[in-house]
């Protein structure tokens, strides 16, 4: 398989680390199918999160996993129907429900998680320990750029974007 079809130079950082995180949540897929589980990378993030904060609102696990309500919605209901969440009522806030792992989804992330650090490790495997800080280190550079971008208001946003035309 042919990830990359042209050079290197012709891709942006930004559009290699998209590359690179999609085929990395592919690999893990794959790995994880390999072992006849069903389930899926984003799922176990959510599990792996349950692990530790059982009883989470929706909205705190969308929060952490960097996804809108209605894509969470969608993936708590699948983990629902495979019976590794449960949803109960929020005592405090009837509109607000929680989110509680199962014995059943414990036991599958317990599982999972050597499967998908495994497969991290082989990714990085011949990466040193200066390319990593290197790499680090300019990817939270980035992420302090897009929370400065973030922090302008819209029409400085607006303004750059005409200027870029």
């Keep these: 398989m042919k990830i990359l079809e042209h050079n290197h130079e012709d891709f942006r950082l930004t559009q290699l680390m998209g590359i690179v995180t999609r085929h990395m949540k592919l690999a893990i ?31 705190e ?3 952490h996993g960097k996804k809108n309500k209605t894509s969470i919605t969608r993936m708590i209901n699948t983990m629902e129907k495979m019976d590794l969440v449960v949803r109960k009522s929020n005592k405090l806030d009837k509109r607000n429900r929680l989110i509680f792992l199962t014995p059943k ?29 290197i790499a680090e280190n300019v990817l939270f550079k980035m992420f302090e750029n897009i929370k400065l971008l973030m922090s302008e208001p819209l029409e400085n946003s607006q303004n750059q974007e ?4």
């Design 29 to 59: 897929n794959k790995n994880i199918a390999r072992e006849n589980i069903q389930l899926e990378f984003q799922h176990w993030i959510i599990l792996k999160y349950l692990d530790s904060n059982t009883g989470s609102p929706q909205c």
């Design 61 to 63: 696990i969308a929060k």
């Design 105 to 133: 989804g414990h036991a599958l992330s317990e599982s999972v998680t050597p499967i998908v650090f495994r497969t991290i490790d082989a990714i990085e495997k011949g990466i040193d320990s200066r390319e990593v800080i």
């Design 162 to 165: 005409e200027q870029h035309v």
